[in-house]
C-alpha cells in the first residue's frame, strides 16, 4: 500500500513525485545502465536479483561548458524499463575562492535554469541527489575543499564556512529550481555514514540544508572488508546504525541511497541477508534501498559469488521490497485527482496576513512551519491532529517570538508522515 507524496497541480499540468511506501521499500540499484540510453545493465540486473527494480540511480557531472546538460534519453529509458530515474547529480564546479562559491555567486544560474526548464518539461517524477558525501574529504563540493573549518570566510562566524557553503550552494540551487516551478523532483540529501576527518565541525548535522529543501535523506555507506589497508570487515547493522539514529526523527523518508559489501573478510552472503532483515525490522524509516553493483574499488556486485548471488535473490523476493512504483505520470492537460493538498498561499506577495489552505485525505498528525532561506524556522503555524478534509492556516508575518519579520522570501512546509507541501511566501513591507 502507498500514500502519494506531494501532489498533483492545477489542471495543465500534473507533476507526481515518488510516492513513499507506507509499508515497503523500493527494490532499486545503481546498475550502471551505460551507455546512456541504453538498457545494459538493467536488464542483466534484473536478471541476477530474478526481481524487478523500482528505481535506477546513476552519476552524471556538471559539463564545463556550463550547457544544460538534463539526460532525458537515459532517463526515457529507465522509464521504458518500468524504473523511476534516480540522477546523483555531481557539482564537479569551481569558484573563487573555494569550489562552491561559484554556485552560491549565481556563476552557474544561466546552466541550472536550463537544466531546471529541461526537468521541467521532461515532466515524469525523478530524483535528484545533489552533491552526495559532502561530508567526505574526497570531492570538490564537500566541506573540506570548500573552508573546512575556518569561522571567518563565509556567514554565520560561528559555524564552520565548509557546511556553510554546502548549505548555502544547496539551497540555491534546490530555491532556483522551485523559482521556476519544477516540482517532479524529489531532492535527495546523502551524507556518508562516516565522516572524514571525524571533527565536531564536519558532521553530516552541520551540512543539512533544511526541512524546506530536502524531500528524502539518503545514507550512503559501505563494507569494505579487509579490501583496503585501513579497513575492516563491518555489519550491516554497524555500517548504518548511528547515521539513522542521527535523521530517523526527521519528517523525510530516508533511503540507503548507495551501498554493497566485499566479499574480503567476512561472510558476504550473511551480510546481504542481514541487509533485507534489518531493513525490514529495524530501520524502518528507509523506503528505497540502492545496491551499488559494480566491480570497482572491490568486487561490489550481487554475483561476486554464488553464495553471495542465492542469497540477494532469496532477500528481495520478499514482497515487502517493491519491483515497481505505483505512480509515475507525465504532462497532462486533464485535471488530476489529488488526495493530498497545499495551496499556493493567498495573497502572495503580502504586507499583511497570509491564507494558507491545505486538504488531507485523512486524519493526520500535522506541522505547518515558516522558514527563511537559510533554513531557520520563523514560526510553527500549527501542528497536532487535523481531520480528513479542507483546513486553513493564517500567519500574521510575525515570528515565533511576536516580532513582525522583514521583506523577502520564506517558505511554508506542510508536514504529516505520508506527505510534504512546500510553497514560496512572498513578504513585501
Known sequence: MVMVLGLACAAGNAWPQVPVPTDGCYHSAFTPNYPAGGAYGHADFESLAQKKIAIEMFYTGWPTNRVADFPASQCDAIVALGSVPHITWEPWVSGVP?????????????????????????????????????????????????????????????????????????????????????????????????????????????????????????????????????????????????????FKTKPQPMMIAEFASTELGGSKSQWIRDVFLYTKAIFKRVKAITWFNINKETDWRINSSALALAAYQQSVADAYFLSSVPV?????????????????????????????????????????????????????????????????????????????????????????ERHRGVQKVIIVK
Open 98 to 246: 573555494y569550489n562552491l562559491d561559484g554556485i552560491i555567486d549565481g556563476l552557474f544560474d544561466s546552466y541550472l535554469t536550463g537544466y531546471a526548464s529541461q526537468v521541467r518539461t521532461w515532466g515524469r517524477p525523478l530524483f535528484i541527489r545533489l552533491g552526495h558525501e559532502m561530508n567526505g574529504n574526497w570531492y570538490p563540493w564537500d566541506g573540506t575543499h570548500n573552508g573546512g573549518s575556518t569561522l571567518d570566510g563565509f556567514g554565520d562566524p560561528a559555524r564552520a564556512d565548509g557546511p556553510e557553503r554546502f548549505v548555502a550552494a544547496f539551497r540555491h540551487v534546490r530555491h532556483l529550481f522551485d523559482s521556476l516551478g519544477v516540482k517532479n523532483v524529489s531532492w535527495v540529501w546523502a551524507p556518508n555514514n562516516y565522516s572524514t576527518p571525524y571533527e565536531d565541525w564536519n558532521q553530516p548535522e552541520n551540512y543539512y540544508p533544511g526541512d524546506d529543501a530536502v524531500d528524502w535523506i539518503g545514507l550512503d555507506g559501505y563494507n569494505w572488508g579487509s579490501s583496503q589497508t585501513w579497513s575492516n570487515w563491518s555489519s550491516f547493522y554497524d555500517t548504518f546504525r548511528e547515521i539513522y539514529d542521527r
Open 328 to 416: 509515475v505520470g507525465v504532462l497532462s492537460d486533464a485535471p488530476q485527482k489529488v488526495d493530498f493538498q497545499f495551496d499556493a498561499p493567498s495573497p502572495n506577495p503580502a504586507n499583511g496576513v497570509v491564507r494558507l489552505s491545505f486538504r488531507l485525505p485523512a486524519q493526520a498528525e500535522y506541522s505547518l512551519r515558516i522558514y527563511n532561506l537559510l533554513g531557520q524556522e520563523v514560526r510553527e503555524l500549527s501542528r497536532g491532529t487535523a481531520d480528513r478534509g479542507e483546513h486553513v492556516s493564517t500567519w500574521d508575518t510575525r515570528d515565533n517570538g511576536g516580532n513582525i519579520v522583514g521583506s523577502g522570501f520564506y517558505i511554508a512546509v506542510l508536514q504529516t
